[in-house]
């Protein structure tokens, strides 16, 4: 039921690799170097989020230098599942083997899973046989951290987010622990608040076990001691636990300035830069001290991104990039300058048709360079330190520590105007292009009305319903994390669970009528709906019956294909502001 089919077959129901048995320590490792789930959540992340317009719909351009006229463009959807998902609908235009589908989501990480479960099965039974090695722990650790993601990755994304003990009345996910050994299984999706309890099982054992010491080569493709205290930290966050987020955080980031920054983005690494794929590797480096976990993926992210109907273009582009008209923290161009220097805002020769950022560029792998075909990859940075530095922040915001979570936001972003290159530094920062933050700022622009930017709210009374309380104390700070969340995780998915963790609401225009599509954080369609496949085998459906249609899909299928060749341009001249 859980698995790539929806007929009696499950890819549960095998090995995840019947060539090899698993009587060694060292096969283990192997195993997992395959556990590693093939998904990329962030395009359903940010097309269910309100980081994203329909080009279709009117609507102002993106670049505010550009003269202020409604206007809408008859730009096709990349896949008619987007048109779906725009709606919050069921994806029932796509299947199991469609990229960036809630298909692949499902099957991919309950994919991992089963290897992780064999893998644990391994251990279980080398271990009965011997002594348990120092590399079979490692292994054992990795395992249960990985089986802990993956769930947590899954009820995060087709269920509602996690609010104490009304979770218990929340469908959650099944939570898988072991091998299967007969047909089509039946399982049970439980609630929320059990999830989520057996999640942190895993995670408080993988934690116990888990070291360094499988991975001296390319430690950052696999969890590792800091990835695991980065995760830990998320969990515990989205759990409302949080001395414990920031006990795990400090373990990663440290006490001290120096060490947060010394784990944090240096912006200096993009000196030599000038095209999408020079930015990207540089981003997805993994001798960064800011990624901690990196995950390649088979995704046409890059692809669905711009261009096409549903983008980052017009009030969204604003809004995501920072392009505040008030804003304390820029002068001279109408987005921050790290949005500048890190390459975030190249476009298809137009900024009509949206901008992304160099972070999520495609990686082509080539199975056949004279035929030029191949698969589109693209590296998901599961875990960075700058994300962690944020989640530290709000942390101390739910504590009520302001003082702390202020030093944290100052830090996130001074931190990286402060490693920018001596001609960076020059021509951004000595000229006043970039500003540093401060607890003033904080205070009166976060604290006070903005004509334009909307992460800057009365109050935070929405969050209530999701078990948190915000007092007006903290909304100030509140504020300016909402906007730095936001620009951090831009096109990485994590703006969805940030609108359904807070309480927030969605809302969609769709086409040239403009028709109004509104979602609050706890309506089922903000849940990504299970794949029909599974719902035809039984799986139990966020939505009534009235909201499901399992009918067949056709959807673009994950095959051989060429690289991307559209021309990208990044034009920082189109940036400064002419106000």
């Known amino acids: 039921m859980l698995g790539l089919s929806s007929c009696s077959d499950s890819f549960l129901d095998h090995n995840p690799d019947e060539r090899v048995e698993i009587d060694n320590p060292t096969k283990v490792v192997q195993l997992l170097n395959s556990a590693y789930p093939d998904c990329n959540p962030s395009w359903l992340g940010e097309i269910y989020s309100d980081n994203l317009i329909d080009n279709q719909a009117p609507h102002l351009p993106s670049n505010p230098n550009d003269k202020q006229i409604l206007a809408h463009y008859n730009y096709a959807q990349y896949s008619l599942e987007d048109n779906q998902s725009w709606k919050f609908e069921p994806a029932t235009q796509a299947t199991f083997s469609s990229y960036d589908s ?19 099965d391994a251990i279980q039974k080398l271990t009965a046989k011997h002594s348990t090695s120092e590399q ?25 987010a996690y609010r104490g003990e009304a979770s218990k009345n929340d469908i959650g996910v099944p939570y898988v622990t072991e091998t299967e050994n007969v047909v089509n299984k039946q399982y049970d999706r439980s609630n929320v608040y059990d999830t989520y309890a057996k999640i942190e099982k895993d995670l408080v054992a993988g934690l116990a076990d888990i070291s360094d010491l499988n991975y001296t080569v390319a430690p950052k493709y696999h969890f590792n001691v800091n990835a695991a205290h980065a995760f830990a930290a998320r969990f515990y966050l989205f759990k409302h636990d949080y001395e414990k987020v920031i006990e795990h955080a400090n373990a990663v980031l440290g006490t001290d300035s120096a060490s947060v920054q010394r784990m944090t983005m240096d912006y ?40 096409y109907r549903y983008s980052c273009a017009g009030e969204a582009a604003r809004q995501v990039y920072m392009m505040h008209s008030d804003l304390p923290l820029k002068s001279g161009y109408i987005a921050p300058v790290q949005a500048i220097v890190g390459g975030m805002v190249f476009s298809r020769s137009s900024s009509d048709y949206g901008f992304f950022s160099s972070k999520i560029y495609e990686k082509f792998q080539y199975t056949n360079k004279i035929a030029g075909i191949g698969y589109p990859k693209v590296i998901y940075r599961a875990f960075t330190g700058s994300e962690l530095l944020l ?21 996130y972003w001074n931190d990286g105007l402060n490693s920018f290159t001596a001609a960076d530094k020059a021509a951004y920062i000595a000229t006043g292009h970039g500003r540093y933050l401060t607890k003033a700022i904080i205070l009166s622009y976060y604290g006070g009305k903005s004509t334009d ?56 225009k769709v086409g040239v009528n403009a028709d109004v599509i509104k979602v609050d954080a706890l309506s089922p369609k903000l849940n990504i709906e299970v794949p029909w496949e599974s719902l035809q085998s039984g799986m139990q459906s966020n939505r009534d019956s009235n909201g499901v249609v399992v009918n067949g899909a056709v959807g673009e299928e994950r095959q051989k294909m060429a690289p991307i060749t559209t021309h990208l341009t990044f034009d920082r001249t189109k940036f400064v502001s002419k106000k």
């Open 268 to 307: 200096s690494v993009f000196a030599n830069c000038s095209s999408a794929d020079d930015y990207c590797t540089q981003w997805q480096n993994p001798s960064l001290n800011n990624n901690l976990m990196l995950i390649p993926t088979g995704s046409l992210l890059t692809r669905r991104a711009f261009g």
């Open 102 to 120: 809630p298909g692949m989501l499902w099957g991919s990480y309950y994919n991992s899973i089963a290897y992780c479960n064999f893998a644990l």
């Open 391 to 411: 989640e530290r922040a709000e942390a101390e915001i739910m504590l009520g520590r302001y003082d702390a979570a202020a030093n944290d936001l100052m830090a």
């Open 453 to 508: 930017n909307t992460a800057i709210l009365k109050d935070w009374s929405c969050a209530q319903a999701m078990g948190i309380n915000i007092p007006a104390a903290a909304v100030p700070y509140m504020n300016c994390l909402n906007d730095f969340r936001r620009f951090e995780n831009m096109f990485e998915g994590m703006r969805l669970l940030d609108i359904k963790r807070w309480g927030l609401s969605v809302t969609h």
């Open 136 to 160: 079979l722990r490692a292994a054992r650790g990795e395992a249960e951290l990985l089986r802990a993601y993956d769930h947590f990755m899954l009820v995060n994304y087709f269920s509602t």
